[in-house]
């Protein structure tokens, strides 16, 4: 059932640790550099963002934080929060945000119950987080950065998609009977931004990895009328 999702329950995001595997987790940033091609996909999401100056820009699902180091040192006086689920990447991530010399606020929480007011942020950005999630937790989590995100604030995601060559039909293949994308691949993902409430949602670009073709999107906040 895609056409409105009127029954969305309300139980709370399954936690899977990154590579499914807790004694994995050291190795995920090493995974995603040579595997997902991460050099090439975070900096063009980071690019179509549109941040514009003393923007407070939310990194859903931030991981390691590779993507929230990015967007400050692409734009310093940007306001930048990462929020993840999993307390063991939230530690890497902030040892590597010392490392890089750069402030990041960090909290631990769930993506379909963001610990935000409304309206509050300007972007958020998400790198390779709604495969991992239900459909149901993937439209619970977008209403739920709709409601963060100010009148006019976009959110801007990198995450598996349809394979758009043959060359990427194979891993797609593997990679829709793992986890939660098949919805990914049958490219459903702009179907349930709109669902969620997102305008203008749209595929902006796509790029060949070795786990299939990750596809970048936005959407759009519309300012309610008066």
Known sequence: ML?????????????IPPLRFRSLTPFFDTLLKWAANEGNFKPRLVE???????????????????????????????EVTGIDIDPAVLEIAKEKTAKAGVGISFDLGSANKLPYPDNHFNRVVSSMVFHHLSRENKIRTMKEVLRVLKPSGELHVADLGKPHNALMRLPSLVMKHLEEVGDNVQCLL??????????????????????????LYRGRKIKEEA
């Open 48 to 78: 179509q963002s549109g941040i514009q100056k003393k923007s407070r820009v939310l990194d859903l699902g931030c991981g390691t934080a590779t993507l929230a180091i990015l967007v400050k040192k692409s734009h310093p006086d940007a």
């Open 190 to 215: 702009p179907r349930m931004l709109r669902i969620a409430g997102f305008r203008e949602v749209a595929e902006t670009d796509k790029v060949m990895t070795l786990f299939g073709t990750v596809a």
């Open 3 to 15: 056409e409105g999702e009127a029954a969305i329950k309300s139980e709370p995001i399954p936690y």
